[in-house]
């Protein structure tokens, strides 16, 4: 049982849990997506939104096993070129 010496102690591990269900639980902008999706395009098109959103965390939990989720935060973020810089010559 040496996993258990990896685990933070309990009076921080179970209110980080509790938070953590409490986001979990709570609606946010892909259950307004799927609501939505469903509301215009019926049921086909809610099931496609849950698939969708499905694929896209599901690939998100893969690049983050990976090591890769850093890359992919921070290539997003790249700071456009001033006008004029030397590149644009």
Do not use: Y
Not at 10 to 22: D, H, I, K, Q, R
Not at 44 to 61: N, Q, S, Y
Request: glycine share 12%.
């Amino acid at each position: 049982m040496q996993w258990i010496a990896l685990l933070p102690p309990t009076n921080l591990f179970v209110p980080f849990m509790l938070a953590g269900l409490a986001l979990n639980l709570t609606p946010g902008p892909d259950m307004s997506f799927v609501a939505l999706a469903g509301a215009k395009g019926g049921k086909k098109a809610g099931v496609f939104a849950v698939a969708g959103i499905f694929i896209e965390c599901l690939g998100h939990i893969v690049f983050a096993v990976a090591g890769l989720d850093i890359d992919l935060g921070t290539a997003a973020v790249r700071r456009p070129r001033p006008v004029g810089s030397s590149r644009d010559r």
